[in-house]
């Protein structure tokens, strides 16, 4: 049995515009890495974090990584001394599920190092016990397509109920990620309790939309459902520039875009990695009308999810 | 050029649970019959209307059939004399698309009677109008799945943007319509005009899996998707045993079901005509314990809408 393995996992988005709280993909980049290391001194602790500029909790009961292993040891009933090493490989509160990313990581290494005792859905719970305590609640939005890979439907929380989709061929990713902060707790406290069913039904009719454009592969289908009347209304206010940049993301031929998760990333997809490349400068410019600097990322969508790398 | 045709079209179940205002689809059984017969006198009439117990208007500027012919032979700047008979075959104010299936069968004659000068999907603008007429507003998710058949997603409204969804194969519909009578106005006017976002969230999870099961044919996610926390609750106070019989639905071996339209009928969905049967009989059972007659519809899903019978 293997001691040590190293272990990728990617940045997701959240929402896809129509589906807050039920829809999201992986990307191929960016992403983070975990080294989780089985040692024989009993616990679980956090030897190293590198890229966090320090922000991270180093106590074990305080990291979402070592939670959710924790939380996976206990469920298991397995006594085992573990090590973790994370390696940041994306901004934090960024909009991109960099928490996420580290915590299914963290739970797909371990069970990996162990032979792989649960499915990977099985693992879907503790990641999502990891997004209880970097956000508040237990969201599966980040967490379940990161670990699934390509685009996944939250159907139900209450119970469970998570559908992987099929990703149709020929759909890149433009993620551009403004130098701005959001919390992802302010950027909830700022929604509305209640919603007019009017804007509801558009919601859920795009949602609709959104689902069989992709099983049908039908892109055009998928930009026309890149809608989201009830979200973005509210939460861009909290980007700066953020009308221009979706325009500016059109115009250069996306198919649709919105906030990424609860921002302050933008996302647009599109048709070619040449188009997502192009939209990308294009979004990047018009947040440097605004004095805002930002971080360009173009990717395929990952079908994937967390794979080991060493 | 024939002068005369009879078509048939069939009755829909409109807002299938989740899909208010958006889904809807198709039965074999019941649904009207209209004849067309093209006149040399000026002028569109209604010759004769069957099965209303004369609760429909006899004048052609007050019948939704009449009405959307007219407006389809003004547009296409045609004078043509036309008679037309209506053998309405389902009750009316029944939740099944009776105004739909009598306005679709009738544009659909006419246009099979001048020669396809129009499309089926450019006959829906026509019927829709007639619904606005029936109905008090121009909605499509009885009209849409009518004329094409099938189940039917209605993303947009503003634009008019109507996808038609695969039917799986073994998916059977059983109806059943209580004798009492809930107006259409009525069942939208007790809706309440927000929704917890809560709710909606739900309800987009729900669209969501309806949508992924029917395109991955997986009749489990469908059932499991089958469910309403917005429209029904609410409706459902207007339809006397209304918990009861979607129990018994559910006893006798449903995927699920729901008020069909804005009511009193109520649907469920199966895997067999056997179970659809058994279905509709322990449903109709339940309702006679509210000493409520029923009648009972068993059929597969529609896949083809209007169809030439004479």
């Known amino acids: 049995m293997a001691k040590r393995i190293k272990v990728f996992a990617p940045a997701t988005v959240a929402n896809v515009a129509c589906g807050f709280d ?86 797909f290494a371990i069970n990996e190092l162990l032979d792989k005792p649960m499915s990977v859905m099985d693992l879907l719970p503790f990641a999502m016990e990891g997004e209880r305590i970097a956000c508040g609640s237990a969201h599966a939005d980040n967490v379940a397509p990161c670990l699934l890979g390509g685009f996944v439907l939250v159907r139900s929380y ?91 993301a059109m115009d250069a031929g996306a198919l649709g875009g919105s906030i990424s998760g609860s921002g302050p990333s933008v996302f647009a997809l599109s048709t070619s990695m040449e188009k997502a490349t192009v939209i990308g400068q294009a979004m990047s410019a018009a947040f440097a009308k605004y004095s805002i600097e930002s971080d360009v990322f173009v990717s395929p969508i990952n079908p994937e999810g967390p794979k080991v790398i060493g």
């Open 22 to 107: 039920v829809l999201g993909f992986a990307v191929q980049e960016p992403g983070d890495e975990v080294i989780v290391t089985l040692s024989d001194t009993p616990g679980v602790r956090i030897h190293s974090i590198q890229g966090d500029n320090g922000r991270l909790p180093r106590e074990a009961e305080r990291n979402t990584v070592s939670i959710s292993i924790l939380n996976y040891l206990e469920k298991l009933g397995i006594h085992q001394g573990v090590e973790i090493d994370l390696i940041k490989k994306m901004p934090l509160g960024s909009g991109l599920g960099s928490s996420a990313a580290s915590t299914v990581a963290g739970v």
């Open 158 to 248: 209450d119970p469970l109920d998570v559908i992987k989709l099929p990703v149709p061929k020929n759909l890149y990713a433009t993620i551009v990620h403004p130098h701005v902060e959001v919390q992802t707790k302010d950027a909830r406290n700022i929604l509305r309790k209640q919603v007019e069913l009017n804007d509801a039904v558009k919601q859920w009719g795009n949602v609709g939309g959104l689902v069989a454009g992709l099983l049908l592969e039908d892109t055009a289908l998928i930009g026309r459902s890149l809608q989201d009347v009830i979200i973005e209304p509210v939460r861009s206010v909290l980007i700066p520039g953020f009308d221009e940049v979706k325009q500016a």
